[in-house]
């Protein structure tokens, strides 16, 4: 079977990430205005607009190819590809002043994620890949850490606030947490899965992940040699709980309660 080279769409992923990227540095300062507030979650009025950025840059180049969204969708079913994007991942982090949150774009085709784009404006730093391709950072090469003891292990739990995921995830950080050297939670799912291919985490385990907080930068870390396990919770296959780890760690034997 033919490969198709992505590269062209690489390209597009990135300029639409660094324009996103750019439009969020500056406003970071600025008072921003919340759409809808929740018990544990925050919409700005920058979501929609930043999604609105990024569609705008990606159908510049591919007018054919539909969006998937966590701001909405467009495109039709018949599509010949589809992006996954999520204009801010990490919105409480943007909205409290924390500079840890993302910029995350990946491609499907057929179903299959075929590249990832995650773009920290604050750090500018991009972590990109295209699936059977090496991963980068800013160009350079990118691997997960070698490290296989929990001992010595860098961990980051998160946990859902819906249908019982909360008291399943403070469970699992209790168990955790005795067995290895740190916990830690950046609050932006996109950036923990590119921290392990960076080889700065070694797993990530999440109860109530969205496709778009993970789908860009899955690519990234398998192609950085980790590993990401995904199990859907919802019919539309959108929400799920993920598993991630840098290969090495014995993260399944760690998970068991008894
Ligand atoms: C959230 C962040 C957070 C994760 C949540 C996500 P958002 O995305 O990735 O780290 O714990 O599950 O929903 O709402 O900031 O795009
Ligand atoms: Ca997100
Ligand atoms: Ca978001």
């Known amino acids: ?18 324009l996103a990227g750019a439009f969020l540095r500056e406003r970071f300062h ?4 919340v759409d809808a507030s929740e018990a544990h979650d925050i919409k700005l009025r920058l979501d929609k607009e930043t999604q609105a950025l990024i569609v705008a840059r990606l159908q510049q180049d591919f007018p054919e190819y539909a969006v998937l969204g966590e701001e909405g969708d ?7 590809a589809q992006w996954v994007v999520d204009p801010i991942d990490g919105t409480v982090n943007y909205f409290y002043g924390i500079p840890i949150f993302c910029v995350s774009i990946a491609l499907q085709v057929a179903g299959q994620t075929v590249l990832g784009c995650v773009y ?20 350079r090469p990118l691997r997960v850490s070698a490290r296989s003891a929990m001992a010595e292990a860098v961990v980051f739990i998160g946990h859902g606030t819906h249908d019982g ?21 950046l609050g932006s799912a996109a ?5 392990i291919a960076a080889g700065r985490f070694d797993a990530y385990i999440e109860n109530r992940i969205h496709l778009w907080d993970f789908a860009a930068a899955r690519v990234i870390l398998e192609a950085a040699g980790g590993c990401l396990e995904y199990e859907p919770s919802s019919a539309d296959g959108r929400t799920g709980s993920v598993i991630a780890w840098n290969g090495a760690l014995p993260i399944h034997d760690a998970l068991k309660m008894n």
């Open 1 to 18: 079977m033919r490969m198709i080279d992505y590269t062209p769409q690489l390209h597009t992923a990135q300029a639409a990430a660094r």
């Open 74 to 80: 467009c495109g039709h079913d018949s599509a010949p």
């Open 191 to 195: 950036l923990t899965l590119c921290y």
């Open 120 to 139: 920290d404006p604050m750090q500018n730093e991009c972590f990109c890949a295209i699936r059977g391709g090496e991963a980068a950072l800013n160009g």
């Open 30 to 33: 600025s008072v921003k205005t």
């Open 165 to 185: 995921s909360g008291a399943q995830g403070i469970a699992r950080f209790a168990h955790i947490s005795a067995q290895v050297k740190k916990i830690r939670i």
